[in-house]
């Protein structure tokens, strides 16, 4: 419960792993996510007209997109929204910022931007592999196998690119995100949350791919106030 976090596709195997399952209908979490998303589809025609949800009992987020049409939420969201109204609406608001990634298709981007990679990745490969065999032809070497190579060196520089464009890209995202929930009427319950995360000392981390917390409190507030 510590961010909302939009996952690439490589963690999704885990959560599977360590506790998500599907809510089924006539239930009460089902009767919650259901209520919820149709409060914000009626701002927002385009999106989806069902989501599938999940409960995620994996404490280290409270909610993920993993599909254009699949949410996961925290079993400690859901519980808290059930209890009382302040709960509910920080659901909504978690709720609205996920559909604020299936609405702006940030999946699409992520799956597109690690696509890219693969064949950036093979034509270093193969250049790198090149200059080497000239290089063992020209130059005797005592390296062990263990050395790095020429293409370790330019592995890391581009994951290294990689890793700033997320960071940059995620930033946009989720700032996207966090304003989808005010253009949905959910902007008050986000904002909450944003507070409790805050007074429990979840600031955020400059490298991370999500604004710092008070960052995300300042934007949020200035859209409220304009809304």
Do not use: W
Not at 17 to 29: E, F, M, R, V, W
Not at 196 to 224: C, Q, W
């Amino acid at each position: 419960m510590y961010c909302i976090v939009f996952y690439p596709l490589s963690k999704i195997f885990n959560y599977f792993h360590d506790g998500l399952s599907y809510i089924q209908k006539n239930t009460p979490y089902f009767n919650l996510c259901n209520k919820a998303y149709k409060e914000i589809k009626e701002y927002k025609k385009r999106l989806p007209k069902k989501i599938k949800f999940y409960i995620m009992k994996n404490q280290e987020s409270n909610a993920m997109v993993f599909s254009s049409r699949k949410i996961a939420i925290s079993q400690d969201i859901l519980d808290f929204a059930l209890e009382c109204e302040e709960g509910y609406e920080i659901f909504k608001g978690i709720l609205a910022h996920e559909c604020g990634h299936i609405f702006y298709k940030d999946l699409v981007a992520t799956i597109m931007l690690r696509a890219a990679i693969i064949p950036i990745k093979i034509i270093i490969y193969i250049f790198t592999g090149i200059i080497s065999i000239l290089f063992s032809f020209i130059f005797s070497s005592n390296k062990g196998s263990d050395s790095p190579t020429l293409y370790d060196f330019f592995n890391v520089i581009i994951e290294g690119i990689v890793r700033f464009a997320n960071i940059i890209g995620g930033k946009r995202e989720e700032k996207k995100a966090d304003l989808f929930a005010v253009k949905v009427d959910a902007g008050e319950g986000l904002l909450t949350f944003f507070f409790l995360l805050e007074e429990n000392g979840h600031k955020g981390d400059l490298f991370d791919e999500h604004p710092v917390t008070s960052k995300r409190i300042e934007y949020m507030e200035k859209a409220i106030h304009e809304s």
